[in-house]
């Protein structure tokens, strides 16, 4: 008879960890944002309300500090083993883990990280894996890593939140330090990447300050005792120039030993005289041996960049499904709105890409690529052919000033480097597609993801003799500012800002924030809708949404219910579309801008959706230290 009434437990074990959760910052290894889960679906999604709310603490305990933050984290659900434990981090780098189903809190982790220097709070997320050479059941088996704001390496038992002592010294591996480099000029942002007993963290350059920034170093490490392995500097040998760094999220294909890297930039970002070439392995998708660090392939998909043209988003590995044919394949986003698609073993382009002519450099010195590369599909997911004919706005006032403003500039399309001429930067250094990158639907080659669509313009302007100290403190202009940022060593600083009307209206029709629906395999864009509404964006709210699209930041995520759930707009709102059409299904407003990406998981047989809200110093809207979580109704 006992072991007749254990067999009730034993089912509902066995049918709880089958249940879909999200193990990895991207759902899985390869970033693609879907998850398997289909309680919620497009039926019922109107009906899934609150199911609990956490406050993480920060907006008590950092008070102003708060201002200089951007909440990124998204939740990752540890399995039984590991403590069966929803996992985040704050913009401080706590981590903090709680019960899946009440949100109530189980521990907490703080490093107390080194906070100074100017450099934005951030974090996207922890990484988790299962170190098999420790013995079954003893502490630390199971483990979560984490890169800090303050350069160090961390190692912390996945069930105690404890440090484990045996990795580095004390749980921690200091990255830098004896180049004299403070948080500031070199931190974190992105989860490590762990597999196969190796765990592998890039780095946060301080963008536009000089022209010698640090190198951007990939770093690895043995996951068990935290000894180095390997070090890949995307720029070795030129020494003239810095960063290159890998900010964005990086994958890894398991199977096949390789690992994938989005990287940024040379320095400086909008001067290149002193860095001639095309710059290496700058701005590319990098392939290296996740083992020995060694180069496998590479694709630079900018070269000799002026525009800050960062690999934004995480590489995203997929199986290309043609006729009869499946290939292991990666796809990346570009802030340019290209879609490059690779077979990620050989690098080889699954869609022709072709040279584009671009304009030339009318800075004495400057040697700008004759060409860069362009995909022959999919088709780029904004325009940015932008005419005074195309000026938008409210009135024939505002109309008739955006389109003398468009006529005065240099505007000769994509790749137009600036000078000291007013220049046309469309897209501008924030995209495009950004860091929240695509959600993949499942097998079927189509890809969401969240595009900016706001023109921005830029200026060089010869280096005052005095310099503005708050002048480089901001990563980017915010909608609807200009910034000056110095670049130091350099003969030129330069201005930057989004193109707009005396309203403070953008000068390009909308939508200034859109999503779309690509199919990678057709090579076409299957829809495409605003993403956003602009009516808290006024001096004076508007009672009612306003679908015309806003600035964007943060990603979203797939689910086999039908449903695309993304945060990431400036006007409070998270929403579930309908994948096949691009139809909005479902909207909540949230206390504060959510610039994260959400996950998805079932647990005990419930599915629920969770974001992170805490608004975006960018924004400049309000900030906050929210996670929410949404089910369906008992």
């Given at each position: 008879?006992?072991?007749?009434?254990?067999?009730p437990?034993?089912?509902?074990?066995?049918?709880a960890?089958?249940?879909p959760g999200?193990?990895?910052?991207?759902?899985?290894?390869?970033?693609r944002?879907?998850?398997?889960?289909?309680?919620?679906?497009r039926?019922?999604?109107?009906?899934i309300e609150?199911?609990w709310?956490?406050?993480?603490?920060?907006?008590a305990?950092?008070?102003d500090?708060?201002d200089?933050?951007s909440?990124?984290?998204?939740?990752?659900?540890?399995?039984?083993?590991?403590?069966?434990?929803?996992?985040?981090c704050?913009?401080?780098?706590?981590?903090?883990?709680?019960?899946?189903?009440?949100g109530q809190?189980?521990w907490?982790?703080?490093?107390?990280?080194?906070?100074?220097?100017?450099?934005?709070?951030?974090?996207?997320?922890?990484?988790?894996?299962?170190?098999?050479?420790?013995?079954a059941?003893?502490?630390?088996?199971h483990?979560?890593y984490?890169?800090?704001h303050?350069?160090?390496?961390?190692?912390?038992?996945?069930?105690?939140?404890?440090?484990?002592?045996?990795?580095?010294?004390g749980?921690?591996?200091?990255l830098f330090?004896a180049?004299?480099?403070?948080?500031?000029?070199?931190?974190n942002?992105?989860?490590?990447?762990v597999?196969?007993?190796?765990?592998?963290t890039?780095?946060?350059v301080?963008d536009?300050?000089?022209?010698?920034?640090?190198?951007?170093?990939?770093?690895?490490f043995?996951?068990?005792?935290?000894?180095?392995?390997?070090q890949?500097?995307?720029?070795?040998g030129?020494?003239?120039?810095?960063?290159?760094?890998?900010?964005?999220?990086?994958?890894?294909?398991?199977?096949?030993g390789?690992?994938y890297?989005?990287?940024?930039a040379?320095?400086?970002?909008?001067y290149?005289?002193?860095?001639?070439g095309?710059?290496?392995?700058?701005?590319?998708?990098?392939?290296?041996?996740?083992?020995?660090?060694?180069?496998?392939?590479?694709?630079?998909?900018?070269?000799?960049?002026?525009?800050?043209?960062?690999?934004?988003?995480?590489?995203?590995?997929?199986?290309?499904?043609?006729n009869?044919?499946?290939?292991?394949?990666?796809?990346?986003?570009?802030?340019?709105?290209?879609?490059?698609?690779?077979?990620?073993?050989?690098?080889?382009?699954?869609?022709?890409?072709?040279?584009?002519?671009?304009p030339?450099?009318?800075?004495?010195?400057?040697?700008a690529?004759?060409?860069?590369?362009?995909?022959?599909?999919p088709?780029q997911?904004?325009?940015p052919?932008?005419?005074p004919?195309?000026?938008?706005g409210l009135?024939?006032?505002?109309r008739?000033?955006?389109?003398?403003?468009?006529a005065?500039?240099?505007?000769?399309?994509l790749?137009?480097?600036?000078?000291?001429?007013?220049?046309m930067?469309?897209?501008?250094?924030?995209?495009?597609?950004?860091w929240?990158?695509?959600?993949?639907?499942?097998?079927?080659?189509?890809?969401?993801?969240?595009?900016?669509?706001?023109?921005?313009?830029?200026?060089?302007?010869p280096?005052?003799?005095e310099?503005?100290?708050?002048?480089?403190?901001?990563?980017?202009?915010?909608?609807?500012?200009?910034?000056?940022?110095?670049?130091?060593?350099?003969?030129?600083n330069?201005?930057?800002?989004?193109?707009?009307?005396?309203?403070?209206?953008?000068?390009n029709?909308p939508?200034?924030?859109?999503?779309?629906?690509?199919?990678?395999?057709?090579?076409?864009?299957?829809?495409?809708?605003a993403?956003?509404?602009?009516h808290?964006?006024g001096?004076v709210?508007?009672?009612?949404h306003?679908?015309?699209?806003?600035?964007n930041?943060?990603?979203?995520?797939?689910?086999a219910?039908?449903?695309?759930?993304?945060?990431?707009?400036?006007?409070?709102q998270?929403?579930?579309?309908?994948v096949?059409?691009?139809?909005?299904?479902?909207?909540?407003?949230?206390?504060?801008?959510?610039?994260?990406?959400p996950?998805?998981?079932?647990?005990?047989?419930?599915?629920?959706?969770?974001?992170?809200?805490?608004?975006?110093?960018?924004?400049?809207?309000?900030?906050?230290d929210?996670?929410?979580?949404?089910?369906?109704?008992d």
């Amino acid at each position: 008879m006992r072991s007749i009434a254990l067999l009730p437990g034993l089912y509902c074990a066995l049918a709880a960890a089958a249940e879909p959760g999200w193990l990895y910052y991207g759902g899985d290894q390869g970033g693609r944002h879907y998850s398997q889960a289909t309680q919620i679906d497009r039926s019922n999604v109107a009906d899934i309300e609150v199911a609990w709310v956490f406050r993480s603490g920060d907006m008590a305990s950092y008070g102003d500090a708060m201002d200089n933050t951007s909440t990124q984290s998204t939740p990752i659900l540890l399995p039984e083993a590991a403590g069966e434990s929803l996992v985040y981090c704050t913009p401080f780098n706590r981590v903090i883990a709680l019960d899946p189903a009440s949100g109530q809190q189980r521990w907490s982790f703080d490093p107390q990280i080194d906070r100074r220097g100017d450099r934005p709070f951030r974090c996207r997320g922890v990484s988790y894996a299962e170190e098999t050479r420790t013995p079954a059941g003893a502490a630390c088996r199971h483990r979560l890593y984490m890169s800090t704001h303050d350069r160090r390496l961390w190692a912390i038992d996945a069930v105690s939140g404890k440090p484990c002592g045996g990795f580095g010294d004390g749980g921690k591996v200091q990255l830098f330090g004896a180049e004299g480099l403070v948080p500031g000029e070199v931190s974190n942002s992105s989860a490590p990447v762990v597999a196969g007993g190796v765990v592998v963290t890039g780095s946060t350059v301080i963008d536009f300050a000089r022209a010698h920034t640090p190198r951007g170093t990939v770093m690895a490490f043995d996951s068990f005792d935290g000894r180095p392995l390997w070090q890949f500097d995307p720029l070795s040998g030129h020494a003239n120039s810095g960063s290159a760094n890998v900010w964005a999220p990086m994958s890894v294909d398991v199977e096949h030993g390789l690992l994938y890297l989005p990287t940024s930039a040379a320095s400086p970002d909008y001067y290149g005289a002193d860095r001639p070439g095309a710059g290496l392995y700058a701005n590319s998708v990098v392939a290296l041996d996740l083992h020995s660090g060694e180069l496998r392939w590479h694709f630079q998909h900018v070269r000799h960049d002026l525009w800050d043209y960062d690999t934004p988003a995480q590489p995203i590995l997929f199986e290309w499904r043609k006729n009869g044919q499946a290939i292991p394949a990666l796809a990346q986003l570009t802030k340019q709105g290209f879609v490059f698609v690779f077979n990620r073993l050989t690098g080889k382009p699954l869609w022709e890409i072709t040279e584009q002519p671009v304009p030339p450099s009318q800075i004495p010195g400057e040697q700008a690529a004759l060409t860069q590369p362009k995909p022959i599909a999919p088709p780029q997911l904004l325009n940015p052919f932008l005419m005074p004919s195309d000026a938008w706005g409210l009135t024939p006032w505002d109309r008739g000033n955006c389109a003398r403003q468009i006529a005065s500039l240099q505007n000769l399309g994509l790749f137009t480097p600036t000078s000291e001429k007013l220049t046309m930067m469309f897209p501008g250094s924030l995209g495009g597609p950004n860091w929240g990158g695509g959600a993949l639907l499942g097998d079927s080659g189509v890809l969401l993801v969240n595009v900016n669509n706001v023109a921005f313009t830029g200026q060089l302007i010869p280096t005052p003799k005095e310099t503005n100290p708050d002048s480089r403190k901001q990563d980017h202009p915010a909608a609807g500012h200009r910034m000056q940022v110095t670049m130091e060593g350099t003969p030129y600083n330069i201005e930057i800002g989004s193109l707009q009307s005396p309203l403070g209206i953008p000068c390009n029709p909308p939508p200034w924030g859109k999503l779309v629906a690509v199919d990678l395999v057709k090579g076409t864009i299957a829809w495409e809708t605003a993403l956003g509404s602009v009516h808290e964006m006024g001096p004076v709210t508007a009672p009612f949404h306003i679908e015309w699209g806003t600035p964007n930041l943060g990603g979203g995520i797939a689910t086999a219910g039908g449903l695309f759930f993304i945060g990431a707009t400036m006007d409070r709102q998270i929403r579930a579309f309908d994948v096949r059409n691009g139809e909005t299904l479902w909207q909540y407003t949230l206390p504060v801008d959510a610039a994260a990406t959400p996950m998805t998981y079932s647990y005990r047989g419930k599915q629920y959706v969770v974001i992170n809200a805490g608004g975006h110093h960018m924004f400049q809207r309000g900030m906050g230290d929210y996670l929410y979580a949404f089910a369906l109704p008992d």
